[in-house]
């Protein structure tokens, strides 16, 4: 009987030594599905990584474009704004010189300048509406707090 467990080619041997591969053979497929599986996933990673990486690029481009685009059009319209300025400044001239000169000829030929008799009226005038408008307006305000 010593002879029996002794041998290694006893069933009972045979049958000890080929169970651990039959059940390394699951664990291994198991094992091989799983790296197969991790490396996908790595793989897909990678490809979402270089993506991101690629439309960052293209948005960062998108964006120095927009704002080269806004920095020429605040150019152009700063220049315009000065332009108009420069363009109010000389008519304002022009107006002024006019009134000058027909003054002037309205003195030369005798007659008086009313207009500027005429413009204190009109102050006047506009002040006291103006002074008329805030009364109702502090007036409402007055009927407005009460309720």
């Known amino acids: 009987m010593a002879d029996q467990t002794s041998d290694s080619t006893s ?4 049958v000890s030594a080929s169970s651990p591969k039959e059940n390394t053979n699951p664990v291994d497929s198991k094992l091989t599905e799983l790296s197969e599986s991790r490396a996908e996933l790595l793989n897909r990673i990678q490809n979402l990584k270089q993506d991101l990486q690629s439309w960052r690029g293209k ?4 964006v120095q474009v927009y704002r080269e685009e806004l920095s020429g ?11 108009l300025r420069e363009e109010f400044k000389d008519l304002k001239t022009t107006l002024n010189q006019q009134q000058d000169d027909v003054s002037a000829s309205l003195k030369s030929l005798g007659l008086q300048d009313n207009s500027k008799d005429s413009e204190g009226q009109v102050d006047k005038k506009s002040e006291a509406t103006e002074e008329k408008m805030e009364a109702g307006l502090s007036d409402e305000n007055a009927k407005e707090a009460e309720h």
């Open 73 to 83: 059009l605040k150019k152009t319209l700063n220049l315009e704004v000065e332009q």
């Open 59 to 62: 948005l960062d481009t998108q």
């Open 11 to 14: 069933p009972m041997a045979l």
